[in-house]
Nanobody, 119 residues
């Protein structure tokens, strides 16, 4: 099992920057990928960025590419999401997700952190 705790979300003005963190604990040796998702009010949860935990390969959804950067501190089992040039469409609850492979795929979620971007 893996526990995930996000932090760093707050209210910012459009054009501003934020860095979100996700601390992982538990069976972190079995993590395959860690991802950031977000869910805006009335909308479905969507993938924002993804990173393979050992290889460091990354993926970004089109609307954030060039503005958001996902990175990790393997020593601290921490995932970051650096967000720049924020706009009101980025307002959402941001969730950290970890996928583990132990015989089969397991999915774990954090509790989320609120990001609010005002114009």
């Amino acid at each position: 099992q893996v526990q995930l705790v996000e932090s760093g979300g707050r209210a910012v003005q459009a054009g501003g920057s934020l860095r979100l963190s996700c601390d992982a604990s538990g069976r972190t040796d079995n993590i395959y990928t860690m991802d950031w998702f977000r869910q805006a009010p009335g909308k479905e949860r969507e993938s924002v960025a993804s990173m393979t935990w050992t290889g460091g390969m990354t993926y970004y959804r089109e609307s954030v590419r060039g503005r958001f950067t996902v990175s990790k501190d393997s020593g601290r089992n921490r995932l970051y999401l650096e967000m720049k040039s924020l706009n009101p469409e980025d307002t959402a609850v941001y969730y950290c997700n970890a996928k583990l492979i132990v015989g089969r795929l397991y999915d774990y979620w954090g509790q989320g952190t609120q990001v609010t971007v005002s114009s």
